[in-house]
């Protein structure tokens, strides 16, 4: 009898993993290490929230809970989703998790059978595939690439569907290249789905706030009313307020799928964290002023970074609607070797050898399923991010 899950084994460990763990040796080992891989703001969590947050341990708010959220928090994201997206959801359509992973977890885990297919349009976010292998469900990749800006067309979605298939997985602007669907695009999608009754669709609209002048960010039910009755709209805290570790995401979708998550997260982590969730209710509820303010800054840095990029030779970098991430290609580099002899055979090559001789950690496109680009995240100072795309500037330069 094997002692591991068998459910395990389907899984792969994280692809990332190999560059963040050279860029650590390389770091220890004293060596000028610029980190581009963080998935976070660099910004520090608002005070408000934090003082909400002390406030709540003060007044003995700091024991169980609801394992799906307390009524508090829950009516602030009613309020929210009513608010910023004109979806209209009961507190009992509410959950709240810890972290949107949990809440993608969650409903993944309380609606997979075997063989169930989920969609999932490339690059993706690294934790989508193994969600699923891990329900006993199947990955559906929908492949793009940068001559579709990223995005996947209707006629792709209709290929894709099967009588199997049971969600699509959405997520606009993406992690990891930035793609934002405008209102259009995404109708095209949607129309696509009201012929398809039997599949669902979760939409990851984490990175919502973090969206760029002259794109208008949108959510499928706001496109598509009709798509209400299945689909699960998820969102959380982390990037929008900069509280990534507080570890608070939530959703709205029917009442029956937010009992049966609510049911899956009580046999297994039960509450998130109490005083996160009190410091979760002043991030919605209170001044919004923060989203502007590292908007601006965010988009600022998108700005530096596109432009120093397709200054380095070979590399063809499109500019993101949203997101704190480009992802550029590296096509015309393959083949190319480097001054001590190692021949740029695909995007992982690519990002070991940037690390190890220029000291620049970036992720490479195979862990995100599309091939051959690299992930910047532009989520630290200016200043560094032009050290940074010098860096790469030069390592192109070398490539012969
Ligand atoms: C696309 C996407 N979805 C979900 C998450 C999960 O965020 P959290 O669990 O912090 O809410 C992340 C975090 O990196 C993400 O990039």
């Known amino acids: ?49 934090k003082e909400a947050a002390i406030a709540a341990i003060r007044a003995g708010k700091t024991k169980y809970t609801a394992p799906d959220g307390i009524p508090e928090l829950k009516k602030a994201i009613c309020a929210k989703f009513a608010r ?33 297919e989920v969609l999932i349009p490339a690059p993706y976010w690294v934790s989508y595939p193994d969600m699923v292998l891990l329900g006993g469900g199947v990955p559906v990749v929908i492949p793009t690439s940068i001559d579709s800006a990223f995005k996947i067309t209707a006629g792709q979605l209709e290929a894709a569907i099967t ?3 049971k969600w699509l997985i959405f997520n606009s602007p993406s992690n990891p290249s930035g793609a934002g669907y405008s209102r259009s695009e995404l109708k095209a999608l949607t129309d696509v789905l009201m012929r398809h009754p039997h599949v669902w669709v979760m939409t990851d609209d984490m990175y919502e706030h973090i969206a760029y002048e002259g794109f208008e960010f949108v959510t499928p039910v706001q496109v598509e009313p009709g798509l209400y009755e ?16 507080w570890r608070i995401g939530y959703a709205g979708g ?29 991030a919605l509820n209170g001044p919004q002023d923060y989203i502007a ?48 002899g190692v021949v740029i055979e695909n995007d992982e090559v690519f990002c070991t050898q940037l690390l190890e001789t220029e000291g620049v950690a970036a992720v490479f496109g195979a862990a995100f399923g599309t091939s051959p680009n690299f992930r910047v995240s532009y989520a630290t100072s200016d200043e560094v991010l032009e050290q940074a795309c010098q860096r790469i500037q030069r390592f192109c330069a070398s490539l012969k």
């Open 1 to 49: 009898m094997a002692f591991l899950a068998d459910a395990l084994a389907r899984v792969k460990p994280s692809p990332t993993i190999a560059v963040t763990t050279l860029a650590a040796e390389l770091k220890a080992a004293g060596r000028d290490i610029i980190g581009l891989g963080a998935g976070e703001p660099d910004f520090d969590t608002p005070d408000n929230i």
């Open 84 to 116: 910023e997206n004109g979806l209209d959801y009961k507190p009992s359509q509410i959950s709240v998790g810890t972290g949107g992973k949990q809440v993608l977890y969650n409903a993944l885990i309380a609606t997979l059978n075997p063989g169930d």
């Open 163 to 165: 009588p199997k298939t």
């Open 230 to 245: 299945r689909t699960l709209t998820v969102n959380g805290v982390s990037k929008a307020y900069a509280m990534t570790g």
């Open 254 to 282: 029917p009442e029956h799928l937010i009992k049966a998550m609510a049911k899956v997260q009580s046999q297994s982590t039960s509450n998130p964290c109490t005083i996160s969730q009190w410091a979760a209710v002043e």
């Open 293 to 340: 303010t590292s908007c601006r800054a965010f988009q600022r840095r998108r700005d530096l970074v596109v432009s120093m990029l397709n200054q380095a030779a070979g590399v063809e970098c499109p500019t993101p609607e949203g997101a704190f991430y480009v992802y550029p290609s590296i096509r015309k580099l393959i083949g190319k070797t480097t001054p001590s």
